[in-house]
């Protein structure tokens, strides 16, 4: 059996393939038979870039069930995964056939592991000789290590088998070769600096001699899934309950095996036809903004090979179940997997993945399972990868979480090990196609006609209004609703953490936030695009939601001339939302008296409309109140609006009213000034508070 050298990056990016992809060619240069593994199970084919050799690999898949080519002079390469298919699709079986056919024929085997800890990877894995760390020496690197460096040890690979190299590619922010050592208690074996020729190449040849003279594999590693092992082997455990009890897995099968029988021949015939359309169509050649006529001559090539696929197979099964394969085959291929059809269904309003088999959905305010589930947390993964590769964004272990957008302008969140501790997660909140009206609330009972008049003559006239409110208690949707009736003459400038507002006036500039690259760097946060927005020459500046410093600088464009601004804060009251403020713009870190930041509040703030997301699940504006100004050292408020809360009613509705307080607002001599036009009696036809609070 060759030696097979494991190199393992730190974090995505941080140069192991180059450290790989060196050392390979090096020993190749050397003389020595030798095999390069592309681990990368989400087929991005760096290896195949690298040498030029797409149509050699291509060539091999079309004709074997694995893809390996010769790129140089006893040099191999062999790419695991050509499009995101097959990374879900070789089986371990595969891997150790291939190892078996070349074991006589190499003498050393370097693979670039992506995917350490993946079951596709592992017959190279057990059977490593050495495993090289690689590492960016920058603090962030660092931690990244180390927690792949733990993950490594957890998953049964030996101390003495793992050492390290660094990739230096910026000076600036550089930790110390002997702080890495000592933090990580590691040896490195070398520093691979790319942009000195002469030193790049001395390094590689020491990194070869280093792993070529350490100790050799004598016997099979055991390696065991960790509990936050990412992409690791796990057992699924059907959670589902039958008659009060948890049915465990041996409860589903029938006693002569033939729902295992039926399920293996399924998923054998899946991979099949994942096969042969990752044999027809490079994915990765496409990309992820393909036009939608490309997409559907993509959708159309995929059904056909669908077919000719199953013309081969009789007997698979009743037509419906053909469909459903069908369907499932062309949602793995170009879309979410699962979640296509709950991204379909036009009543679910959040997506909740929880792990592979726990899939929840939001319908009409009310959450249930969903009873779709993924193949496996792998699937996930390729899932999460797919959405936000897109964006230019990226999740690995040094940074377990992201926040994404899909095309169609549903918000994501994605979190996997080891910040989710169990099971990778998504949160897809989405958002309606057509964008809603204030006649649309009405018709649902978020608010009544004459409190969408008064918002309607508030923003004509522009008053600073503040959209107060819970998560999930459709700030945003008011916030688009009420943007609407900003007049189409006007500039609009907004702002969001990520783009979810769908204005359809023409002189729109849409601003989003940048978050940091994977070395850390680049973060653009709201705070400097609302500064940015001020020389912008602005009408309105509408930003999606203050959470930090930039309250600050909101509250002082409200204050400079820049009237009519909108956002959302997340608060439960409005005297909440008030205090949330004051909290947010000592946050910009500067030292301000209070009572100077509560007078900037109000003498910035008019309105403030607050939104609940209620026990039965719907949504309602449950207050409009107008800041009046200061008594004392206190921020002074009226209420205007509210919603009184009369219990449920039989179906399990929450009964109540929208009531009028009595309080004759101040801002209606805004309106006039404005030339709004509004009926303080509109509101007097509404039911009057028995009490104002």
């Given at each position: 059996?060759?030696?097979?050298?494991?190199?393992?990056?730190?974090?995505?990016?941080?140069?192991?393939?180059?450290?790989?992809?060196?050392?390979?060619?090096?020993?190749?240069?050397?003389?020595?038979?030798?095999?390069?593994?592309?681990?990368?199970?989400?087929?991005?084919?760096?290896?195949?870039?690298?040498?030029?050799?797409?149509?050699?690999?291509?060539?091999?898949?079309?004709?074997?069930?694995?893809?390996?080519?010769?790129?140089?002079?006893?040099?191999?390469?062999?790419?695991?995964?050509?499009?995101?298919?097959?990374?879900?699709?070789?089986?371990?079986?595969?891997?150790?056939?291939?190892?078996?056919?070349?074991?006589?024929?190499?003498?050393?085997?370097?693979?670039?592991?992506?995917?350490?800890?993946?079951?596709?990877?592992?017959?190279?894995?057990?059977?490593?000789?050495?495993?090289?760390?690689?590492?960016?020496?920058?603090?962030?690197?660092?931690?990244?290590?180390?927690?792949?460096?733990?993950?490594?040890?957890?998953?049964?690979?030996?101390?003495?088998?793992?050492?390290?190299?660094?990739?230096?590619?910026?000076?600036?922010?550089?930790?110390?070769?002997?702080?890495?050592?000592?933090?990580?208690?590691?040896?490195?074996?070398?520093?691979?600096?790319?942009?000195?020729?002469?030193?790049?190449?001395?390094?590689?040849?020491?990194?070869?001699?280093?792993?070529?003279?350490?100790?050799?594999?004598?016997?099979?590693?055991?390696?065991?899934?960790?509990?936050?092992?990412?992409?690791?082997?796990?057992?699924?455990?059907?959670?589902?309950?039958?008659?009060?009890?948890?049915?465990?897995?041996?409860?589903?099968?029938?006693?002569?095996?033939?729902?295992?029988?039926?399920?293996?021949?399924?998923?054998?015939?899946?991979?099949?036809?994942?096969?042969?359309?990752?044999?027809?169509?490079?994915?990765?050649?496409?990309?992820?903004?393909?036009?939608?006529?490309?997409?559907?001559?993509?959708?159309?090539?995929?059904?056909?090979?669908?077919?000719?696929?199953?013309?081969?197979?009789?007997?698979?099964?009743?037509?419906?179940?053909?469909?459903?394969?069908?369907?499932?085959?062309?949602h793995e291929s170009l879309g979410l997997g699962p979640l296509e059809d709950l991204m379909a269904d036009a009543d679910v309003s959040e997506i909740m993945v929880n792990g592979p088999d726990r899939i929840y959905v939001e319908r009409r305010g009310r959450i249930e399972l969903s009873g779709m589930t993924f193949n496996d947390t792998h699937q996930l993964r390729l899932v999460i990868e797919r959405i936000i590769s897109p964006i230019g964004r990226h999740i690995d272990e040094a940074v377990p979480m992201v926040d994404a957008r899909l095309p169609d302008g549903s918000r994501v969140n994605a979190t996997i090990e080891p910040l989710s501790v169990d099971y990778p997660t998504i949160t897809i909140r989405r958002f309606a196609k057509d964008r809603l009206t204030s006649d649309d609330l009405v018709s649902k009972g978020s608010l009544t006609v004459e409190m969408a008049d008064l918002l309607r003559a508030a923003v004509e006239s522009r008053l600073n209004i503040v959209i107060s409110g819970g998560t999930g208690s459709g700030k945003t949707t008011l916030l688009n609703v009420l943007s609407g009736f900003i007049p189409p003459t006007e500039r609009i400038i907004t702002i969001e953490d990520a783009a979810e507002l769908q204005l359809h006036q023409d002189h729109v500039v849409r601003m989003e936030a940048r978050p940091a690259n994977v070395e850390g760097r680049g973060a653009i946060p709201i705070r400097e695009l609302v500064r940015n927005s001020l020389r912008m020459r602005p009408d309105r500046i509408v930003v999606g939601e203050c959470r930090g410093g930039e309250a600050l600088d909101m509250l002082q464009a409200m204050n400079t001339g820049h009237d009519g601004s909108l956002t959302t804060i997340h608060a439960n009251t409005p005297r909440d939302c008030l205090s949330r403020i004051e909290t947010m713009v000592l946050m910009a870190g500067f030292e301000i008296p209070v009572r100077a930041i509560r007078e900037q509040v109000a003498g910035a703030v008019d309105v403030i409309v607050q939104t609940s997301r209620l026990r039965d699940g719907s949504r309602k504006v449950t207050s409009v109140s107008e800041v009046v100004g200061m008594e004392g050292d206190i921020i002074s408020t009226q209420e205007i609006l509210r919603f009184d809360q009369h219990g449920m009613d039989k179906e399990g509705k929450l009964a109540g009213n929208f009531v009028y307080t009595g309080v004759q607002p101040n801002f209606m001599r805004r309106f006039e000034e404005y030339g709004v036009s509004f009926q303080i009696e509109r509101l007097s036809q509404m039911q009057l508070s028995v009490a104002a609070w």
């Open positions: 059996m060759p030696d097979i050298f494991f190199v393992i990056g730190s974090k995505g990016g941080v140069g192991a393939t180059t450290v790989a992809t060196n050392v390979a060619t090096k020993l190749a240069n050397d003389g020595a038979p030798t095999l390069l593994v592309d681990g990368d199970l989400s087929g991005r084919r760096a290896g195949a870039v690298l040498f030029n050799a797409i149509a050699k690999i291509d060539l091999r898949r079309g004709q074997d069930d694995v893809a390996m080519a010769e790129v140089a002079p006893n040099l191999m390469l062999f790419e695991m995964a050509g499009s995101i298919h097959d990374g879900f699709t070789i089986k371990p079986d595969k891997v150790e056939q291939l190892l078996r056919q070349v074991s006589d024929k190499l003498q050393y085997i370097v693979v670039d592991a992506a995917q350490p800890f993946a079951a596709a990877v592992r017959p190279f894995a057990v059977r490593a000789a050495q495993f090289m760390l690689v590492v960016e020496p920058s603090m962030l690197g660092v931690t990244g290590a180390r927690v792949m460096q733990l993950e490594l040890l957890k998953f049964g690979v030996p101390e003495s088998r793992l050492t390290g190299a660094i990739v230096t590619r910026d000076a600036k922010g550089r930790v110390p070769t002997s702080e890495i050592e000592r933090a990580l208690k590691l040896k490195i074996a070398g520093e691979v600096l790319p942009n000195d020729d002469k030193k790049f190449e001395k390094t590689i040849v020491a990194l070869t001699e280093m792993l070529k003279s350490g100790p050799r594999a004598a016997d099979l590693l055991v390696l065991q899934p960790s509990t936050n092992t990412p992409l690791g082997e796990r057992r699924m455990v059907d959670r589902s309950k039958q008659n009060g009890a948890v049915q465990n897995e041996a409860s589903n099968r029938s006693a002569d095996g033939t729902a295992d029988r039926q399920r293996g021949e399924r998923n054998a015939l899946k991979a099949e036809i994942h096969r042969e359309i990752s044999r027809r169509i490079d994915f990765a050649a496409i990309g992820a903004n393909a036009d939608p006529l490309r997409l559907e001559q993509l959708r159309s090539e995929v059904d056909a090979t669908i077919s000719e696929v199953i013309a081969k197979r009789p007997g698979v099964g009743s037509a419906e179940e053909v469909a459903r394969l069908r369907q499932e085959v062309i």
